[in-house]
C-alpha cells in the first residue's frame, strides 16, 4: 500500500518503473473522484486491466513518462470516456511505427505533410486511437486494434478529429460509426480525448 492506494497482484510484482506509473495514474483518479463525487475513492482493476469506476461514473486513467492524468464523469452524462497521453514521437521512430498505426489512407495523408509535420501526425493519431479503445473497450468488451479505426476527418486547427470504425463491435458499433476526438500540445506529450455522449 502506497499513499492509500493498493497495489493489485499484477501491479505488485511488476518493474518499479510500472508501479510508479499505476500509482500516480491512481492518485490523480482518487483525486477526480473527490472532486466529482466528494469521496476520495481509488478505481479497482479489471481482469482487462482497464480501471474499475464507482457506479454512476465513467472515467480514464493515462500515464506517460512524467505525465499523469485522469478524467472522471458522471454516467448520466457519458458512456465512456477515452484519456491518453503520448510523448511526441521522435521522426526516426514515428517513422519506423506508422505502418503499424496507421491505415493506409492515414499513410497517404501523411505523406501530403511537410517531413517536419509527419512524427506529429503520427503521434496524434496514435493518442486519437489510445483514447478510441479506452473509450469504446468497457461498452464493446471487444479488443480492437489500430488498423480497426481511421481518421474521418482532421482539423488541426481546432485540434479536433473524426474516428471511423472500420470494423464492426457488436450491434451498436457497427462498421463507419463516427467518433468525435480532440487533442493538444501539452510540452512534449500529446494528450487526446474521445467522449461517447450518454
Avoid at 20 to 44: H, K, N, S
Avoid at 100 to 116: G, H, N, V, W, Y
Avoid at 165 to 180: K, T, Y
Wanted: proline share 8%.
Amino acid at each position: 500500500m502506497h499513499s492509500g492506494i493498493p497495489l493489485p497482484d499484477k501491479v505488485r510484482h511488476a518493474a518499479p518503473k510500472r508501479q510508479a506509473e499505476y500509482l500516480a495514474g491512481r492518485l490523480c483518479a482518487r483525486e477526480a473522484l473527490q472532486a466529482l463525487i466528494g469521496t476520495p475513492l481509488v478505481p479497482d482493476m479489471a481482469e482487462s486491466r482497464a480501471p474499475l469506476w464507482p457506479s454512476g461514473t465513467v472515467g480514464s486513467i493515462t500515464h506517460s513518462g512524467d505525465l499523469a492524468a485522469a478524467l472522471v464523469a458522471p454516467a448520466t452524462c457519458y458512456q465512456g470516456i477515452g484519456l491518453d497521453a503520448e510523448r511526441q514521437l521522435e521522426p526516426v521512430r514515428a517513422e519506423r511505427l506508422a505502418p503499424q498505426i496507421l491505415t493506409p489512407d492515414e499513410l497517404r495523408r501523411m505523406a501530403t505533410l511537410p517531413a517536419s509535420q509527419q512524427a506529429h501526425f503520427v503521434t496524434v493519431v496514435f493518442s486519437l486511437k489510445e483514447s478510441l479503445f479506452k473509450a469504446l473497450f468497457p461498452l464493446v468488451g471487444v479488443r480492437f486494434y489500430f488498423q480497426d479505426a481511421q481518421l474521418a476527418d482532421w482539423n488541426p486547427d481546432a485540434q479536433r478529429a473524426t474516428l471511423r470504425l472500420n470494423r464492426a463491435l457488436g450491434e451498436r458499433w457497427p462498421a463507419g460509426s463516427l467518433l468525435s476526438g480532440q487533442y493538444a500540445q501539452l510540452g512534449r506529450y500529446v494528450l487526446s480525448l474521445v467522449t461517447i455522449p450518454g
